[in-house]
T-cell receptor
């Protein structure tokens, strides 16, 4: 069965420093992977997606993620954190059942300190 | 385009009451789904639909019903609310398998 593990429930960084949010997945086939962001009391917004094209995926707001099949990882990075990046981030894998079911990680709450 | 629209945004129910959460999308997506979000658990799939007239159960379907009479609408019905259904509910739609899902703003439901 497909699953997603986000390795950190909380990450705290200072404004202007790099961000790393870690995600490992398990899938029996080549997956579609996504990162979504959720700001407090808001819906979910797509940051970026991997669908078997380039392994380095660029998203919105300066975020990017690298798909590493050998490590079954899809970590999210940003070179320099901004206060507005404070939110909860979800790593998601799309599975070919349940009509494009999305399997969510438990989420990582990013705190950005001034 | 409005995208995915959910109503209401907030709701308080008494145990045993029923209600319908509304979801509409204007992107002509075939796939629609309902998720619930609980702290520390991410989002879990309740029910989904791959087209008008076609629905099926997800991971946590008990206590919920859905129907899909049109491409645009996918309401979620709580038959007899229980405190365990206190959660935030999200409706999502997408073109098809492996594609980006668009989410509504969510419905925060409290059952007392």
């Amino acid at each position: 069965a497909q699953s997603v593990t986000q390795l950190d429930s909380h990450v705290s960084v200072s404004e202007g420093t790099p961000v790393l949010l870690r995600c490992n997945y398990s899938s029996s086939y080549s997956p579609s992977l996504f990162w979504y962001v959720q700001h407090p009391n808001k819906g979910l917004q797509l940051l970026l997606k991997y669908t078997s094209a380039a392994t380095l995926v660029k998203g919105i707001n300066g975020f990017e993620a690298e798909f590493k099949k050998s490590e079954t990882s899809f970590h999210l990075t940003k070179p320099s954190a901004h206060m507005s990046d404070a939110a909860e981030y979800f790593c998601v894998v799309s599975v070919l059942e349940y009509g494009n079911k999305l399997v969510f990680g438990a989420g990582t709450i990013l705190r950005v300190k001034s | 385009n409005a995208g995915v629209t959910q109503t209401p945004k907030f709701q308080v129910l008494k145990t045993g009451q029923s209600m319908t959460l509304q979801c509409a999308q204007d992107m002509n997506h075939e796939y629609m789904s309902w998720y619930r979000q609980d702290p520390g658990m991410g989002l879990r799939l309740i029910h989904y639909s791959v087209g008008a007239g076609i629905t099926d159960q997800g991971e946590v379907p008990n206590g919920y019903n859905v129907s899909r009479s049109t491409t645009e609408d996918f309401p979620l019905r709580l038959l007899s609310a229980a405190p365990s259904q206190t959660s935030v509910y999200f409706c999502a739609s997408c073109w098809g398998q492996g594609t980006e899902a668009f989410f509504g703003q969510g419905t925060r439901l409290t059952v007392v």
